[in-house]
């Protein structure tokens, strides 16, 4: 029996999809849900994946910057990760919330993660399999310990699709057919510096956002009781890879502790790394109560879900939020693995240094391209905002052309932001220099070669 073959490069034969995609993609479209996303402008069917690259089942490979939305932080199939969770497979499988072995050494590396003045007083709760239920175990384990209701989130926030979830959701059209969300959210704008919801400069934005928030977090005729919780994303992703500034984080962080209002940071799509810190708060120098925690905690994209707060907030009863999938002692092994691969190979130096790199070689494709408006991230979370020169009304036609040829061409990515105008790079954490440079050179051509040959109407619709 031949090994598969190590996976270099990317090559794509042919017309998208390829045939055997082609059958799957019709098989999938007659039995699966509507509500099926990603394939409808990634048509592809994959066969496995290897480090930086996955291919399809036409033998098409691509550079996966999109690593199932950021659940891979050492690419696919990592050997050691592989190793670890294939010997846990004969031992445990699943405990409920039982203590094991594996799931200390699971919780020790996350108290190495977390900032010391956080370890102390930390605890821990195991949820569901989806970073949906990290988010509404805090919303339960908040309202339980103040005995508030109201829940303040931001513009353009995304933290799932549960009832729960979506209702702390910024984005309209997915409420649209649904009555009855979870009540009692308001709304705050968030430092979007690039297109300020306040119409600061993008230097003053954030002080002028963290203003207006604590107005209304003192006023007392603002209409807002004080709330249970404030939950936010230190980095948007899905809302556009948008950075909260320093100043607004901090601020945020003064009022919520000076009100006595727990403050919940998400960072299920931020942490482990992606951003150049363990977690993207940390680079305000803030301490959250409450952290949430999904996606890469499963190494090579097992499901998992835990939140990290400060023990003033454990006053909810045993069983409170249970979940049959909470103890994964296979996630748990693959973390824990990938947690110690990512510190004995400085992972966070590579992060940044490849980030810087790649920032500026978007940053010089900004300035060659009318069409390119904004060029931001943090670490390996990077976004390009593809604008209507003159106008500067956000292009997420553009956007979507530009995702489908990088596709033809080898590279998978991901659109974001308010209507699709935000290319998002989500590449695996170890990526390797030469790697980086080949996937923003298709981007830069992807680019190039939509502006020169698109126009209205050029592209599909959005049907994610």
């Known amino acids: 029996m031949t090994s598969e073959p190590i996976l270099r490069g990317p090559r794509v034969g042919g017309p998208l999809p390829g045939p055997r995609s082609a059958a799957l993609l019709e098989r999938q479209r007659r039995h699966e849900s509507n509500a099926r996303s990603y394939p409808r402008r990634l048509p592809v069917a994959l066969r496995r994946g290897q480090g930086s690259y996955v291919e399809d089942v036409d033998g098409n490979v691509f550079i996966d910057f ?26 445990l499988v699943t405990g409920l919330d039982f203590p ?4 200390y050494d699971f919780v020790d590396a996350h108290l190495a993660l977390l900032p010391p003045e956080m370890r102390e007083h ?22 339980t310990a ?40 308001h709304f705050l704008p968030f430092p979007y510096a690039y297109r300020c919801p306040l119409g600061a400069e993008p230097s003053e934005c954030g002080q002028r956002c963290i203003d207006y928030v604590e107005r209304v977090l003192r006023d007392p005729a603002s209409g807002i009781p004080r709330p249970a919780a404030v939950i936010i994303e230190a980095v948007q992703g899905e809302g556009g890879v948008i950075p909260a500034s320093v100043e607004f984080l901090r601020g945020l962080r003064r009022v919520t502790a000076e009100l006595d209002i727990p403050l919940i940071v998400d960072e299920i799509q931020t942490g482990y790394g992606r951003t150049g810190h363990w977690f993207a708060f940390e680079a305000a120098g803030i301490t959250p109560d409450v952290v949430l925690m999904s996606k890469a905690a499963g190494g090579i994209g097992l499901p998992t879900a835990l939140i990290a ?39 966070l130096e590579n992060v940044v240094a490849q980030g810087k790199h790649a920032m500026e070689r978007l940053g010089a494709l900004a300035d060659e391209v ?13 976004g390009v905002e593809v604008i209507e020169p003159g106008s500067g009304r956000p ?56 502006v020169s040959t698109g126009g209205p109407g050029a592209s599909r619709p959005d049907e994610r």
Request: aromatic share 4%; proline share 6%.
């Open 100 to 103: 094991t072995q594996v799931k």
């Open 370 to 382: 009318p069409e390119v408006g904004d060029v931001r991230g943090r670490g390996l979370m990077l």
């Open 66 to 91: 999109l690593t199932a939305a950021g659940v891979l932080p050492l690419g696919h199939t990592h050997p050691d990760v592989v190793a670890a969770t294939k010997a846990q497979l004969d031992l």
């Open 146 to 185: 103040t005995g508030r209701g109201t829940v303040l989130a931001f513009h353009g926030a995304f933290h799932g699709s549960t009832h729960s979830a979506l209702a702390l959701t910024g984005f309209v059209a997915p409420k649209e057919p649904l009555a009855n969300l979870m009540p009692g959210v």
């Open 122 to 143: 930390v605890r821990f709760q195991f949820c569901g399999p989806a970073g949906a239920d990290a988010v509404d175990a805090a919303l339960k384990l908040c309202k």
């Open 309 to 347: 707060y400060h023990e003033k907030l454990d006053r909810w009863a045993p069983a409170a939020h249970t979940g049959t999938f909470r103890g994964n002692q296979l996630a748990f092994a693959a973390g824990l693995t990938a947690i110690n691969v990512m510190r004995e190979t400085d992972i």
């Open 395 to 450: 292009d997420g036609d553009l956007g979507r052309r530009i995702q489908r040829r990088a596709l033809e061409n080898g590279l998978m990515l991901e659109v974001g932001g308010r209507g699709g105008e935000v290319v998002r790079l989500l590449p695996p954490l170890n990526i390797d220099r030469p790697t980086l440079d080949l996937a923003l050179d298709i981007l830069s051509d992807a680019v190039l070669h939509s």
